[in-house]
Nanobody, 124 residues
């Protein structure tokens, strides 16, 4: 079992920045690829970013490319999402998730463990 707890959400004006953190506990964090997903009101959950267990592989959704950066610190069992130049359309609940395997994954179905989410609100 892996427990995931997100933090760092909040309210910010357009153009601002936030850094989300996701702390993992339980089984060895470095065994897992990690991902960030988000769900806006009335919309389906969507992929944001993913990172391999070593941090050498990353993939981003097109809407966030060049603005968001995913990273991880395996010594701290934590994955981060640095979000810059935030836009109102980034408003959502952000979830981190953990997946078995040596790759990095866009598909939410690959992820076995999920956090409870943290709210990000961007005002214009």
């Amino acid at each position: 079992q892996v427990q995931l707890v997100e933090s760092g959400g909040g309210s910010v004006q357009a153009g601002g920045s936030l850094r989300l953190s996701c702390a993992a506990s339980g089984r060895s964090f470095s065994n897992y690829a990690m991902g960030w997903f988000r769900q806006a009101p009335g919309k389906e959950r969507e992929f944001v970013a993913t990172i391999s267990w070593s941090g050498s592989g990353t993939t981003y959704a097109d809407p966030v490319k060049g603005r968001f950066t995913i990273s991880r610190d395996n010594r701290k069992s934590t994955v981060y999402l640095q979000m810059n130049n935030l836009k109102p359309e980034d408003t959502a609940v952000y979830y981190c998730a953990a997946a078995d395997g040596s790759g990095w994954y866009r598909d939410s179905g690959m992820y076995r463990y999920w956090g409870q989410g943290t709210q990000v609100t961007v005002s214009s």
